[in-house]
């Protein structure tokens, strides 16, 4: 565990409130917490036609508040599909804006929210504490568990031209309130269970493992571990096991806390080419780096993942020889292969030649890639990409 005695700080989101059907108190709580009377409610078109919005909007009328709903936000969204959806909502004055649906529309959520009130484009927002003003009040719903983008202060956007994915962090984009609310996990189909949930753990141990690493984000790491090995692959087979989904989106919050104190390291850095050039999922492209690059990490961090085999259940198993830093590894590799996530980057269009260029780009991730334990060159991020190939897809 990580020393008391560094210099760390931590700062999440304002109120949060939980529970199964935690949202029938969304009206509630927004009248407590100030003088809401018009909220934008931000979704997918999924979300929308599901009726989820109009279920919003119902329970605040309840309360007197007026609400108007914007679909449409695409998965993975870009900086122009964002900068259009902020055309689309105008200069209208909403008091708060409700993003409910996965990280995609929960990122698109906390960027409207500050292209509002300041003078910046998506693009210029680019980089750590560059937005200036604070934005509309925010409230996030996830409903994957997830990217944890409710208790970050991180936006994630791709870059088309460039075939990026980036990052924007800044305070202001922590929410004022958080509902999680499992229930409207339930229906989450079986391959986002996996990829989403794949994405929440490998947030908690890449805060753990991290050259940032402090004593709040070791305590937050370690219980959202704990919750998601216990829940993932119940959660994959019987999508409908309320506590299994409870377990999950409290653990995919608690990973996203731990990442905002310390983050993330080299698997993020190497799963945002993937995503930014080949639209990989973003947990899918997690899930399949995750194995590798602790194997890779592994002599740095076999104390830690010691602590972690412990947190996970494993740490001493009958008739299981490995060392428990070992079982960790392995039982992630065991874990993509029951989660039914492709261990194999050609199910993608990734083709041996690109690796050069995908090293690169990760390469080029330092925000992330200064956080990894062990220094990473660009030969061996190739090394890793390339045991995603199969072997006929190496030259
Ligand atoms: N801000 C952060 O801290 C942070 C952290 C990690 C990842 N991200 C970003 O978040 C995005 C990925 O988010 P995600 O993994 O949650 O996926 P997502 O938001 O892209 O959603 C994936 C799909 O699941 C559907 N979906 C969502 N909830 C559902 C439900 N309950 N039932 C049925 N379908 C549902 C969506 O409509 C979509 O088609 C990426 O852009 C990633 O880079 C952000
Ligand atoms: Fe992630």
Redesign the pocket.
């Known amino acids: 565990m990580s020393e008391p005695t560094g210099n760390y700080q931590f700062q999440t989101a304002g109120k949060i409130i939980a529970g199964p059907h935690a949202i029938q108190r969304l009206g509630h709580a927004l009248t407590g917490a100030g003088q809401a009377s018009r909220a934008l409610i931000v979704a997918?078109?999924?979300?929308r036609k599901?009726g989820v919005t109009d279920e919003i909007a119902a329970l605040l009328a309840q309360r007197g508040i007026a609400s108007e709903a914007i679909g449409g936000v695409m998965?993975?969204?870009t900086a122009d599909h964002i900068e259009q959806l902020a055309d689309r909502v105008g200069k209208e004055h909403f008091d708060v804006y409700i993003g409910i649906?996965?990280?995609?529309?929960?990122?698109a959520t906390?960027l409207l929210s500050v292209l509002r009130t300041n003078r910046l484009g998506v693009r210029e927002m680019i980089g750590t504490e560059l937005i200036t003003g604070e934005g509309i009040p925010t409230v996030l719903i996830?409903?994957?568990s997830?990217?944890?983008?409710e208790?970050?202060?991180?936006?994630?956007?791709?870059l088309a031209e460039e075939k990026l994915?980036i990052?924007i962090v800044s305070r202001h984009?922590l929410p004022r309130l958080v509902v999680l609310d499992p229930v409207?996990?339930?229906?989450?189909?079986k391959p986002?269970t996996a990829?989403?949930g794949m994405?929440a753990f490998t947030?908690a141990l890449e805060s753990y493992i991290s050259n940032k690493a402090n004593p709040i984000s070791d305590m937050l790491a370690l219980e959202s571990i704990r919750l998601i090995s216990r829940s993932i692959v119940p959660a994959f087979h019987n999508g409908s096991s309320l506590e299994d989904r409870s377990a999950m989106l409290l653990g995919s919050m608690l990973g996203?806390m731990a990442?905002?104190g310390s983050g993330?390291a080299a698997v993020?850095a190497m799963a945002?080419p993937l995503?930014g050039r080949f639209n990989i999922?973003?947990?899918a492209a997690n899930a399949m780096l995750l194995p590798h690059v602790m194997a890779f990490n592994l002599d740095r961090i076999r104390d830690k993942l010691e602590i972690v085999a412990a947190a996970m259940g494993i740490a001493k198993e009958p008739g299981r020889p490995a060392a428990a830093a070992e079982r960790v590894i392995e039982r992630i590799a065991e874990w993509t292969e029951e989660l039914e996530i492709p261990q194999d980057l050609t199910a993608y269009g990734v083709q041996a030649a690109d690796i050069p260029s995908l090293s690169a780009a990760a390469f080029n991730v330092r925000r992330l890639m200064d956080n990894n334990p062990k220094p990473v060159s660009t030969g061996q991020i190739e090394a890793v990409y390339r045991k995603l190939l199969p072997r006929e897809a190496i030259k």
Do not use: F, Q, W
């Open positions: 997918s078109d999924t979300m599901r998965r993975e969204p649906g996965g990280g995609s529309v929960l990122d906390k996830p409903t994957t997830g990217t944890g983008s208790a970050t202060p991180n936006a994630i956007v791709t994915k990052g984009l409207l996990t339930l229906g989450l189909p986002i990829a989403t994405d947030h996203g990442l905002a993330t993020h945002y995503g999922p973003h947990g």
